[in-house]
């Protein structure tokens, strides 16, 4: 079966840094990828890990261990329109444009 | 910078009636898909499209639904005989490699 599991809620300051777990159980293995939905909105792609290990892009940065089927999503320098719903997401088939299974998503709230 | 497109941005339908979800896709994209999210849950799995055939399913895609590409670049979801639990959010998104980029999203009502 599928499980995609990560916090339902997490909270944190502007300015700050904050680490969103998410942990898979899936048949197959073909990349892990973090998206952002705001409200109401799109989810839009943020990064795509195949590889174990850490791949910054700019203030966020995404790492995976396959082995521990663990990834997560590291947040810094946190401004208040990164208040949004982070949701992790993995891809089992091998084959090209085959589904992506998305867990509930962690919604992150910033304050001031 | 090209956006995947889709129309209408809200549709309202009575249970039981016909509904067609419209998508433009980038004109590079390969692979296209159909995702749902129903208000307050995951966004869950429709249907992957490739080389003008169904490539991926999932159990939710039933004989309710089908796609369409029917002029080689308008991307179709349609949906037979709406009911009450079709309500949701309904996503089109393509991509030319791993990552799916999503559009805006139809909200389909069904009352």
């Known amino acids: 079966g599928q499980n995609i599991d990560q916090p339902t809620e997490m909270t944190a300051t502007e300015g700050a840094i904050v680490q969103i777990n998410c942990t898979y159980q899936t048949s197959g293995f073909n990349g892990l990828f973090w998206y952002q939905q705001h409200a109401g909105e799109a989810p839009t792609f943020l990064s795509y890990n195949v590889l174990d290990g850490l791949e910054e892009k700019g203030r966020f940065s995404s790492f995976l261990s396959r082995s521990k089927g663990y990834s997560y999503l590291l947040l810094k320098e946190l401004q208040m329109k990164d208040s949004a719903s982070y949701l992790c997401?993995?891809?089992?088939?091998?084959?090209?444009?085959?589904?992506?299974?998305f867990g509930k998503g962690t919604t992150l709230s910033v304050s001031s | 910078e090209p956006e995947v497109t889709q129309t209408p941005s809200h549709q309202v339908t009575q249970m039981g009636q016909e509904v067609i979800l419209r998508c433009v896709p980038i004109?590079?994209?390969?692979?296209f898909y159909w995702y749902r999210q129903i208000l307050g849950q995951k966004v869950e799995f429709l249907v992957s499209f490739y080389n003008n055939e169904i490539s991926e399913k999932s159990e939710i895609f039933d004989d309710q639904f089908s796609v369409e590409r029917p002029d080689g670049s308008n991307f179709t979801l349609k949906i037979r005989s709406t009911k009450l639990e079709d309500s949701a959010m309904y996503f089109c998104?393509?991509?030319?490699?791993?990552?799916?980029?999503f559009g805006q999203g139809t909200r389909l009502t069904v009352v």
């Open positions: 997401a993995v891809r089992e088939g091998r084959q090209a444009g085959t589904a992506l299974i």
């Open positions: 998104a393509g991509g030319t490699g791993p990552e799916a980029f």
């Open positions: 004109s590079n994209h390969l692979y």
